[in-house]
């Protein structure tokens, strides 16, 4: 790696491979390799290879037609402008390089930096990912736009639960960590706005019955029965019938030639999201015992990560170690609020 230097022009960085302008015969050229790569280049890519010209004099790098395949990001020149450059937009120059055409050779990686008038050849990743992360959009966001940690320094992510786009809307506006997107319909343009909403973060899309795998119906219901544990009266269904519908899937899977056997709760806590410790259960899952409630029949050392919550049990959710919640558009700033205040 080395750096040339002189004086910039445009803002921004520049990066891409060194192109040496041929004066031979009187005109400004390409070298005949690089044009035969580019060729190459654009059948296989399908963006342009992106040069840096480097020339003695820039107004000859900057009025010179460049072949299909290659895009002009930036150019070198051994010479200073007469008067202030017209840049095409995204191309930066760097002028007055002295003996630019010596220091650089054909093909190797350039970053320009006109703020610095630096050139350096060959940079390594560091001085890659330092200008980028230089130049990266930074964003001062308010209060509600910060993830919620408790008073002990624990983060709580807060997921807003949207049925239409402008329940989506609401909810990101409202500081939410992510959707989970039910019901609907959901068109597809509204499906694309509400991911655009989210800019990064995550996003849960519903998925029809038939679409998921057997495996993962069978951790969904475990899922059910560790909310369960915890919420009884929310689980929609009662344990009889939701061992019923297992006892039947293994029957439909059974009768397609998978192996396949009841599972008990022992074998699927351990895939849990969030398992961290031993699990010791005392009751079996396919015999629960009616007489004795359901924290005691199976007592569990697992950490429950997410759980549809509401903000009247949101402290009992959080003393069980809860990493997320999942609340209507407007509980998302509330709930934020008292997770920040509790601990």
């Known amino acids: 790696m080395k ?10 960085h520049a990066m891409g491979r060194a192109a040496r302008l041929d004066l031979a015969g009187g005109r400004a050229t390409l070298d005949e390799t690089l044009l035969v790569e580019l060729d190459r280049w654009r059948r296989r890519e399908d963006v342009p290879m992106g040069l840096v010209l480097v020339a003695e004099d820039p107004a000859t790098a900057l009025l010179l037609p460049l072949p299909q395949g290659a895009a002009l990001n930036g150019v070198i020149s051994e010479r ?5 450059p017209q840049l095409p937009e995204g191309v930066v120059l760097i002028a007055g390089v002295d003996e630019a055409l010596l220091a650089v050779g054909e093909g190797e990686l350039l970053l320009l930096e006109p703020e610095r008038g630096r050139v350096t050849v060959e940079p390594s990743a560091f001085e890659v990912a330092r200008l980028q992360a230089k130049h990266q959009p930074r964003v001062l966001l308010d209060e509600q736009n910060f993830p919620a940690f408790t008073t002990e320094g624990v983060a709580i992510a807060v997921w807003g639960h949207a049925t239409s786009l402008a329940e989506a809307e609401a909810a990101m506006a409202a500081g939410a960590d992510g959707l989970l997107l039910t019901d609907g319909p959901w068109e597809e343009e509204a499906l694309w706005a509400a991911q655009a909403l989210v800019g990064g973060g995550d996003l849960a899309l519903a998925l029809p019955f038939e679409s998921l795998d057997p495996e993962g119906v069978v951790r969904l219901a475990a899922r059910s029965r560790l909310r369960w ?9 009662s344990l009889e019938t939701l061992r019923t519908e297992l006892r039947e899937l293994v029957e439909e899977l059974q009768e397609e ?3 396949a056997e009841l599972p008990r709760l022992a074998s699927l806590a351990g895939e849990l999201p969030g398992f961290e410790e031993t699990i010791s259960l005392t009751g079996d899952f396919d015999a629960p015992n009616p007489e004795t ?8 050392r697992v950490r429950v990560e997410w759980v549809f919550g509401q903000l009247l049990g949101l402290e009992e959710l959080l003393e069980r ?3 997320g919640v999942i609340v209507v558009p407007e509980g998302v700033a509330p709930v934020k609020e008292q997770i920040r205040h509790w601990g």
């Open 3 to 12: 750096t040339l230097t002189g004086q910039g022009f445009g803002t921004g």
């Open 80 to 84: 200073l402008p007469t008067r202030p």
């Open 229 to 237: 544990c915890l919420h009884p009266d929310e689980l929609p269904l």
């Open 257 to 259: 030639n998978q192996r």
């Open 293 to 300: 409630p359901p924290w005691e029949q199976v007592p569990l």
């Open 321 to 323: 170690g809860v990493a």
